[in-house]
């Protein structure tokens, strides 16, 4: 109710303004499966009561959508919003002048006041803001499958990183598969960042992901990190080079494996399955009362144009994404939290819930390497981790290569 | 040595270029109309391989000497980008990689399509499906069988569970999960896929050996496979060689097999240097360290080639000399 109030306060306010049919606005998504064409449907649907026409152009896998948006600024035919994610690869564009800003409706909207301090820092560039951030995805975090531990008679879940271990232990010895993985590099750079969170803490995250700091890659505490990374590797099935992450996700439904160590969007898989979290499965954002949350997540930029009727829906489309319950709503189809801690989270599953209430406290808000190393770093930091997750490389020598892919 | 002096010589005659000069300088306009027609007929041709070709290459080379990024930048940084490539460790994995599955895949799918050419020379019963079935591989896209090759090869779904639910519960067959092997599960899907095009283009080598020649052997008494090896073969050696260069270039641009048999993995033991080019020109944007991944693979090309090609025209020079 409250919804259509506001959709039909909006389209009567900006039919005033916009003619007969609205501004039209074609936005490039990679959002093509189930659950993601209906949360996308979110914003459509928005922009379209508003007053707009939205044309959709959806292309699967994100570097493919987003190499065809980038083709499209550089010769001169931009579409009016394209997706990004909430990182630094979109900052070549602002750098070369082909995005707009959207200055206004952030400063109106007061998006400084409410917009977590990484997501900050990633859409707005030199005092400018040139992207709406949309959701925010929590890559790292640990689900369990309650059917196994239940046969592994495993009574409470862990709440450290030695617990953990001794839980897949049990699990191991219950002849389960301990650690349910795809053997993926962006899987492997996941279990990777989980580590180095909860072992390595927020400091030492920063220090590695965010400063590049010579001196603490080639420290001991990150070598640490690096080894109890390697050592979950050993709780692995061998099946599992190559799997993709929701075969993984599957092992869990069926209570084949105990534990999963991936992203929000695992939620989409259980609920397919008809499970549900507390019940079904467990979901563990992290260890400790301090235990970092990790910011990923989508944004859209808008390219450059000096059509005012293009203008004109790159703001409203910007306002539209992030309005409170625009977001809940995304949220809730995409399996993600919304970019804002000021919403209604009664409608939201207990794990959104529960990292809602992580994101409260600013001190444990991080942004995953996306958001601090430009794509080319983080690719050479992924091709180190999954050599030293896949072969027998000495940890100085993974140390010393993180040292100098981050350098550059 | 001596040769090309003297072909020099004949070449930069007087008396030739005088010629030469004074046949272009008696043309009638009509005639002279028809050269330059001739000419504007070739026109699109050597733009296309001068713009499209050359061009494009010049232009990657004039990238792979910048800091370039998503976008073309005009910052010049001397080698860095090539010192960085060769510094990669997965780089260097992907050119020893490509190395062993070049030899490898070349030799197996030469054999291979050898065996099957001759196969269907024997005048087999239903040639034409035979035929068919060998070539069809080759007429489908390997993103689709590709993904066939990873679930047969898949331990826990493909060829190893079958045999062990046959009663062999100890068979292994888990190359495409083995970090040493792995790289060999590309070639049995590739050859698998090319070799009937080798086929192909040998048997038509085949049919176009005269008769007499069989016929002549088989009165001197000749076994057939020494026939086979010691005079078809050579025979055969304008139509191996096209064989030989189309089999090369897929090597080199082999991209399509890896990211949908394995991505690359397990970790990084599959890489090829074009796998690692296309990553770096879209999702790394790092459109610099990719024109020099591509520069080198160029060079490496050319490397290889260059020799075969002048031994090819030096023959084929001696030939018109005989």
Redesign the interface.
Known sequence: MKLKLLTLALSTGFAALAHAAGPKAEVIHWWTSGGESAAVKTFSDAYNAAGGVWVDTAISIG?QA??VA?NRI?GGNPPTAAQFNTSK?FL??VE?GMLNNVDDVALRDGWDKFLPEPVLNVVRVKGHFYAAPVNIHMPTWFWYSKAAFKKAGIAAEPRTMDELFAVLDKLKAAGLIPLAHG???WQESIVFTAVLANLGGADLYLKVLRDRDAKAIQGDAFKNVLLTFKRLQAYVD?????RNWNDATALLITGKAGVQIMGDWTKGEFAQAKQLPGRDYGCIAGFGPKSPYIIQGDVFVFPKTTNAEAIKAQKMMAGLMLAPTTQVEFSIRKGSIPVRTDVDVSRMDICAQQGLAIMKDKSRQLGNGEVYL???Q???LS??L??Y???NVPVEKVQK?IA?ALK? | MCRWKKYKRTLLQPSRIETALRTVMTLKPKQLFRQLVSWAALLPLASTVLVAYLGTVLWSLNISFTNSRTFPSDQYVGWAQYQRLFDNDRWLLSLQNLALYGVLFIAACMVLGFLLAVFIDQKVMAEGALRTVFLYPYAMSFVATGLVWQWLLNPGNGIQQAVRQMGYPDFTFDWIIDQDMVIYTIVIATVWQASGLVMALLLAGLRGIDEEIWKAARIDGIPTWRVYVSIVLPMLGPTIATVFVLLFTAVVKVFDSVVSMTQGGPGTASEVPAKFIMDHLFGRANIALASAGSMVLLLTVLALVAPFLYARSRARRREEQA
Do not use: C
């Open positions: 570097d987003r190499s980038v550089i690869q070549d564009l070369q053997g993926q590099p061998k099946a599992a080079p190559g430009n794509p080319d983080n690719g050479s091709d180190i999954t050599a997750w896949n072969k290569d100098s550059n």
